[in-house]
DNA sequence: CAGTATCCCGCTTGATACTG
DNA sequence: CAGTATCAAGCGGGATACTG
Protein backbone atom coordinates (compact mmCIF):
# COMPACT_ATOMS: atom_id res chain seq x y z
CA UNK A 1 0.00 0.00 0.00
CA UNK A 2 1.51 3.00 -1.08
CA UNK A 3 0.47 6.54 0.56
CA UNK A 4 -0.18 9.38 -1.71
CA UNK A 5 0.37 13.07 -0.43
CA UNK A 6 -0.57 16.13 -0.97
CA UNK A 7 1.08 19.50 -0.14
CA UNK A 8 -1.20 19.57 2.72
CA UNK A 9 -1.28 16.50 3.85
CA UNK A 10 2.72 15.28 3.50
CA UNK A 11 2.91 18.68 5.58
CA UNK A 12 0.71 17.30 8.52
CA UNK A 13 2.13 13.78 8.25
CA UNK A 14 5.32 15.55 8.79
CA UNK A 15 4.66 18.38 11.48
CA UNK A 16 2.70 14.60 13.27
CA UNK A 17 6.41 13.40 13.45
CA UNK A 18 7.59 16.77 14.54
CA UNK A 19 5.38 16.87 17.46
CA UNK A 20 6.61 13.28 18.48
CA UNK A 21 10.36 14.62 18.29
CA UNK A 22 9.64 18.10 19.80
CA UNK A 23 10.64 18.63 23.47
CA UNK A 24 13.72 20.49 24.62
CA UNK A 25 14.67 16.85 26.22
CA UNK A 26 13.62 14.19 23.29
CA UNK A 27 16.14 13.93 20.89
CA UNK A 28 19.64 13.54 23.82
CA UNK A 29 17.31 10.89 25.45
CA UNK A 30 16.51 9.00 21.67
CA UNK A 31 20.36 9.06 21.19
CA UNK A 32 21.60 8.07 24.52
CA UNK A 33 18.87 4.77 23.18
CA UNK A 34 19.78 4.42 19.94
CA UNK A 35 21.93 1.19 18.77
CA UNK A 36 19.56 -1.14 21.32
CA UNK A 37 21.39 0.96 24.19
CA UNK A 38 19.04 0.70 27.63
CA UNK A 39 19.39 3.29 30.00
CA UNK A 40 17.97 3.96 34.04
CA UNK A 41 16.46 6.93 34.99
CA UNK A 42 19.15 7.81 37.00
CA UNK A 43 20.99 7.02 34.33
CA UNK A 44 19.95 10.05 32.07
CA UNK A 45 19.95 12.43 35.09
CA UNK A 46 23.61 11.33 34.86
CA UNK A 47 24.01 11.62 31.07
CA UNK A 48 21.94 14.66 30.50
CA UNK A 49 23.27 17.14 32.41
CA UNK A 50 20.96 20.06 33.01
CA UNK A 51 17.76 18.28 33.18
CA UNK A 52 15.10 18.18 35.59
CA UNK A 53 13.32 15.28 37.24
CA UNK A 54 9.93 16.57 36.22
CA UNK A 55 11.17 17.29 32.20
CA UNK A 56 12.78 13.82 32.22
CA UNK A 57 9.87 12.17 33.56
CA UNK A 58 7.38 14.51 31.37
CA UNK A 59 9.59 13.54 27.89
CA UNK A 60 9.94 9.67 28.89
CA UNK A 61 6.37 9.35 29.70
CA UNK A 62 5.23 10.92 25.99
CA UNK A 63 7.82 8.99 24.03
CA UNK A 64 6.42 5.99 25.71
CA UNK A 65 2.96 6.96 25.01
CA UNK A 66 4.33 7.57 21.23
CA UNK A 67 5.17 4.16 21.27
CA UNK A 68 9.16 5.36 20.78
CA UNK A 69 10.16 4.39 23.81
CA UNK A 70 9.54 1.12 25.80
CA UNK A 71 9.50 0.97 29.90
CA UNK A 72 9.99 -2.10 32.35
CA UNK A 73 9.40 -1.69 35.68
CA UNK A 74 10.87 -4.17 38.00
CA UNK A 75 8.74 -4.05 40.96
CA UNK A 76 11.25 -4.32 43.56
CA UNK A 77 12.46 -1.85 46.83
CA UNK A 78 14.17 0.80 45.88
CA UNK A 79 12.66 1.01 42.91
CA UNK A 80 14.08 0.04 39.25
CA UNK A 81 13.00 1.20 35.84
CA UNK A 82 14.44 0.67 32.44
CA UNK A 83 14.67 2.13 29.54
CA UNK A 84 14.81 0.98 25.57
CA UNK A 85 13.53 1.54 22.14
CA UNK A 86 10.88 -0.07 20.52
CA UNK A 87 11.71 -1.54 17.38
CA UNK A 88 9.86 1.25 15.65
CA UNK A 89 11.65 3.65 17.89
CA UNK A 90 15.12 2.05 16.54
CA UNK A 91 13.82 2.27 13.21
CA UNK A 92 13.91 6.96 13.52
CA UNK A 93 17.65 6.40 13.48
CA UNK A 94 18.03 6.35 9.66
CA UNK A 95 15.60 8.86 8.86
CA UNK A 96 17.50 10.92 11.66
CA UNK A 97 20.62 10.85 10.02
CA UNK A 98 19.08 11.31 6.78
CA UNK A 99 18.39 15.16 8.40
CA UNK A 100 21.96 15.36 9.71
CA UNK A 101 23.41 14.32 6.85
CA UNK A 102 20.96 17.23 4.49
CA UNK A 103 22.82 19.56 7.19
CA UNK A 104 26.55 18.84 6.40
CA UNK A 105 25.32 19.38 2.83
CA UNK A 106 24.55 23.08 3.38
CA UNK A 107 27.77 24.35 2.79
CA UNK A 108 28.13 21.84 -0.46
CA UNK A 109 25.30 24.44 -2.45
CA UNK A 110 27.40 27.29 -2.72
CA UNK A 111 25.31 28.23 0.18
CA UNK A 112 26.89 31.77 1.25
CA UNK A 113 27.75 29.93 5.16
CA UNK A 114 24.56 31.25 6.36
CA UNK A 115 25.06 34.79 7.54
CA UNK A 116 21.51 35.24 8.52
CA UNK A 117 21.26 33.21 11.32
CA UNK A 118 23.60 31.29 12.95
CA UNK A 119 22.21 27.95 13.93
CA UNK A 120 24.41 27.68 16.38
CA UNK A 121 27.94 29.01 15.56
CA UNK A 122 29.35 32.42 15.32
CA UNK A 123 32.72 32.83 16.39
CA UNK A 124 33.30 31.11 19.69
CA UNK A 125 31.88 32.84 22.12
CA UNK B 1 34.99 13.77 5.45
CA UNK B 2 33.00 12.01 7.77
CA UNK B 3 31.40 13.64 10.74
CA UNK B 4 31.49 11.66 13.78
CA UNK B 5 28.40 12.24 16.60
CA UNK B 6 28.16 11.16 19.97
CA UNK B 7 24.59 11.13 21.80
CA UNK B 8 24.86 14.67 22.24
CA UNK B 9 26.09 16.36 19.29
CA UNK B 10 23.66 14.24 17.32
CA UNK B 11 20.84 15.74 19.06
CA UNK B 12 21.88 19.09 18.83
CA UNK B 13 22.46 18.82 15.35
CA UNK B 14 19.02 17.48 14.92
CA UNK B 15 17.76 19.99 16.99
CA UNK B 16 19.49 22.89 14.47
CA UNK B 17 17.43 20.91 11.78
CA UNK B 18 14.44 20.93 13.55
CA UNK B 19 14.31 24.59 14.68
CA UNK B 20 14.44 25.81 10.62
CA UNK B 21 11.64 23.10 10.17
CA UNK B 22 9.61 24.31 13.38
CA UNK B 23 6.64 27.07 12.76
CA UNK B 24 3.30 26.44 12.54
CA UNK B 25 3.55 26.86 8.83
CA UNK B 26 7.02 26.27 7.21
CA UNK B 27 6.46 22.53 6.66
CA UNK B 28 3.01 23.53 4.59
CA UNK B 29 5.04 26.21 2.62
CA UNK B 30 7.56 23.95 1.68
CA UNK B 31 5.44 21.01 0.53
CA UNK B 32 3.81 23.93 -1.79
CA UNK B 33 7.45 24.54 -3.35
CA UNK B 34 8.72 21.01 -3.62
CA UNK B 35 9.63 19.86 -7.28
CA UNK B 36 10.32 23.13 -8.02
CA UNK B 37 7.39 24.67 -8.00
CA UNK B 38 7.41 28.53 -7.35
CA UNK B 39 4.76 30.46 -5.86
CA UNK B 40 3.90 34.15 -5.01
CA UNK B 41 3.21 35.67 -1.90
CA UNK B 42 -0.66 35.23 -2.90
CA UNK B 43 -0.81 32.04 -3.99
CA UNK B 44 0.67 31.16 -0.44
CA UNK B 45 -2.65 33.19 0.74
CA UNK B 46 -4.94 30.88 -1.13
CA UNK B 47 -3.21 27.77 -0.99
CA UNK B 48 -3.07 28.16 2.87
CA UNK B 49 -5.94 28.94 4.69
CA UNK B 50 -6.21 30.32 7.75
CA UNK B 51 -2.46 31.81 7.50
CA UNK B 52 -2.26 35.62 8.64
CA UNK B 53 -0.19 38.13 6.55
CA UNK B 54 2.29 38.52 9.51
CA UNK B 55 3.03 34.45 9.80
CA UNK B 56 3.46 34.09 6.04
CA UNK B 57 5.63 36.97 5.74
CA UNK B 58 7.60 35.71 9.05
CA UNK B 59 7.44 32.19 8.00
CA UNK B 60 8.69 32.95 4.53
CA UNK B 61 11.60 35.13 5.85
CA UNK B 62 12.99 32.79 8.15
CA UNK B 63 12.99 29.80 5.30
CA UNK B 64 14.74 32.40 3.21
CA UNK B 65 17.40 33.25 6.00
CA UNK B 66 18.08 29.63 6.38
CA UNK B 67 18.89 29.49 2.79
CA UNK B 68 16.08 27.05 1.97
CA UNK B 69 13.86 29.24 -0.35
CA UNK B 70 14.94 31.93 -1.85
CA UNK B 71 13.37 35.18 -2.84
CA UNK B 72 12.97 36.95 -5.79
CA UNK B 73 11.70 40.15 -6.01
CA UNK B 74 10.45 42.24 -9.30
CA UNK B 75 10.73 45.66 -9.15
CA UNK B 76 7.51 47.18 -10.69
CA UNK B 77 4.32 48.48 -9.83
CA UNK B 78 2.63 46.89 -7.81
CA UNK B 79 5.01 44.76 -6.67
CA UNK B 80 5.63 41.05 -7.56
CA UNK B 81 7.65 38.59 -5.54
CA UNK B 82 8.13 34.57 -6.36
CA UNK B 83 9.69 32.52 -4.17
CA UNK B 84 10.78 28.54 -4.58
CA UNK B 85 13.41 26.29 -2.95
CA UNK B 86 17.24 26.57 -2.97
CA UNK B 87 19.15 23.86 -3.89
CA UNK B 88 20.14 22.80 -0.55
CA UNK B 89 16.04 23.03 0.20
CA UNK B 90 15.39 20.80 -2.37
CA UNK B 91 17.31 18.31 -1.15
CA UNK B 92 15.25 18.68 2.42
CA UNK B 93 12.55 16.19 0.59
CA UNK B 94 14.02 13.31 0.73
CA UNK B 95 14.71 13.24 4.05
CA UNK B 96 11.35 14.57 4.99
CA UNK B 97 9.87 11.29 3.29
CA UNK B 98 12.00 9.21 5.46
CA UNK B 99 10.14 10.62 8.07
CA UNK B 100 6.93 9.98 6.57
CA UNK B 101 8.01 6.81 5.46
CA UNK B 102 8.91 5.64 8.83
CA UNK B 103 5.37 7.13 10.28
CA UNK B 104 4.26 4.54 8.20
CA UNK B 105 6.07 1.70 9.38
CA UNK B 106 4.16 2.36 12.78
CA UNK B 107 1.61 -0.27 13.32
CA UNK B 108 3.49 -2.94 11.31
CA UNK B 109 5.78 -3.30 14.19
CA UNK B 110 3.29 -4.91 16.81
CA UNK B 111 2.82 -1.72 17.64
CA UNK B 112 -0.92 -1.59 19.41
CA UNK B 113 -2.38 0.72 17.28
CA UNK B 114 -1.39 3.88 19.53
CA UNK B 115 -3.50 3.59 22.60
CA UNK B 116 -1.85 6.41 24.34
CA UNK B 117 -1.82 9.36 22.35
CA UNK B 118 -3.92 9.40 18.70
CA UNK B 119 -1.81 11.46 16.36
CA UNK B 120 -4.85 12.41 14.52
CA UNK B 121 -6.40 9.30 14.24
CA UNK B 122 -9.16 7.40 15.90
CA UNK B 123 -12.13 6.25 14.33
CA UNK B 124 -13.71 8.71 12.33
CA UNK B 125 -15.12 11.83 14.47
C1' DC C 1 15.37 5.20 43.29
C1' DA C 2 11.98 7.16 40.54
C1' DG C 3 9.02 9.90 40.35
C1' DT C 4 4.68 13.86 41.20
C1' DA C 5 2.88 18.67 42.37
C1' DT C 6 3.08 23.96 41.99
C1' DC C 7 4.16 28.33 40.52
C1' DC C 8 6.12 31.43 37.15
C1' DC C 9 8.13 33.22 32.95
C1' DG C 10 9.25 33.75 28.01
C1' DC C 11 8.37 32.90 23.32
C1' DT C 12 5.52 31.72 19.55
C1' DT C 13 1.06 32.46 17.62
C1' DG C 14 -3.17 34.87 16.58
C1' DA C 15 -6.14 39.11 15.76
C1' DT C 16 -6.30 43.43 14.00
C1' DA C 17 -4.91 47.59 11.70
C1' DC C 18 -1.95 50.26 8.67
C1' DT C 19 1.37 51.29 4.22
C1' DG C 20 4.87 51.91 -0.05
C1' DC D 1 0.36 43.33 -4.33
C1' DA D 2 3.24 42.44 -0.59
C1' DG D 3 4.12 43.44 3.18
C1' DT D 4 4.96 45.93 8.62
C1' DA D 5 3.31 47.30 13.45
C1' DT D 6 1.14 46.44 17.84
C1' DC D 7 -1.09 43.87 21.58
C1' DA D 8 -2.73 40.00 24.02
C1' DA D 9 -3.25 34.95 24.84
C1' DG D 10 -1.64 30.01 25.24
C1' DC D 11 1.71 26.67 26.05
C1' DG D 12 6.15 24.68 26.80
C1' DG D 13 9.65 24.73 29.93
C1' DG D 14 12.49 26.02 34.36
C1' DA D 15 12.94 26.20 39.56
C1' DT D 16 11.63 24.23 43.64
C1' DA D 17 9.55 21.11 46.96
C1' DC D 18 7.42 16.79 48.26
C1' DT D 19 6.52 11.23 48.16
C1' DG D 20 5.80 5.73 47.71
Known amino acids: M???YTPATAAVGVEEVLRL???RWKLVILFHLFGGKVQRYSDFEKLIPGISQKMLAQQLRQLEADGI???KLYPQVPPKVEY???EWGQALCPALDALLKWA???DGFGNPARAGRPTS???AA
Open 2 to 4: IKV
Open 21 to 23: LEG
Open 69 to 71: VAR
Open 84 to 86: RLT
Open 104 to 106: EQR
Open 121 to 123: GGP
